[in-house]
């Protein structure tokens, strides 16, 4: 049972190789959502019917794409080719023609970007509900902050919804909300992952961030 299941690389692998197909994971997904009832998560949330369809082009399961299949999200300061970037601020919005560098990269490893999460506005607190798109619930305690500003991309980990999610960290904001929804929050080097397709808080400074359940399946994504 797909309910059952925990959303790791490892475990959702296994399935595809015994036969559970990408759309089947989608529809988890959408259930999943459902079942958390929290509008404050995503900014941005795919249309289930494109992402059923995205899901299904991926044809049968190929084992050389590292991700094939992985579901994952995204903060809504990182460039999804098409959807709107508000980075916490509907004024500033503008919609980009092409992916951030990560995004292109985690799809052409076979991933699916299911939306674009919730955050401080403009990547600017620790706190996560310093936004006017409604402030996302702690995962693990809706009474606390989910953390920021990365508050989304923790919480849709850390209610097991995706296998990764990205989020960027200038001077915390990617380890805060992985420490207070219980997940990992992995900050890579400055400098390893590029930062082009961002919007910066402080380009000197900023790193992309990924929330996963397990360090392993962080350092894969």
Not at 52 to 81: C, M, Q, T
Not at 104 to 126: E, P, S, V, W, Y
């Amino acid at each position: 049972m797909l309910s059952d299941l925990p959303f790791t690389l490892t475990s959702l692998k296994d399935a595809y190789a015994t036969g559970t197909r990408p759309i089947d994971v989608i529809d988890e997904i959408f259930a999943r959502l459902d079942a958390v009832n929290d509008p404050g998560i995503f900014i941005h949330l795919r249309d289930r019917d494109s992402l059923r369809a995205e899901a299904a082009a991926l044809g049968a399961y190929d084992p050389s794409l590292p991700l094939w299949g992985i579901p994952f999200a995204a903060k809504d300061n990182i460039d999804v080719g098409g959807i709107e970037t508000t980075a916490g601020c509907p004024v500033y919005a503008y919609t980009p023609e092409a992916d951030a560098f990560v995004i292109a990269n985690l799809r052409a490893a076979g991933a699916l970007m299911i939306g674009k999460t919730n955050l401080d506005q403009f990547a600017t607190g620790l706190v996560g509900v310093r936004t006017p798109y409604g402030a996302p619930r702690n995962a693990v305690d809706p009474l606390i902050v989910p953390g920021g500003s990365s508050g989304g991309s923790g919480a849709i980990v850390g209610h097991g919804i995706v296998t990764f999610s990205l989020g960027t960290d200038t001077a915390g904001s990617g380890r805060v909300p992985a420490a207070l929804n219980n997940i990992v929050g992995l900050k890579p080097t400055l400098g390893a992952l590029s930062a082009t397709g961002v919007v910066p808080a402080c380009r000197t400074l900023d790193t992309i961030s990924i929330f996963a359940l397990t360090v392993d399946d962080a350092y894969a994504a």
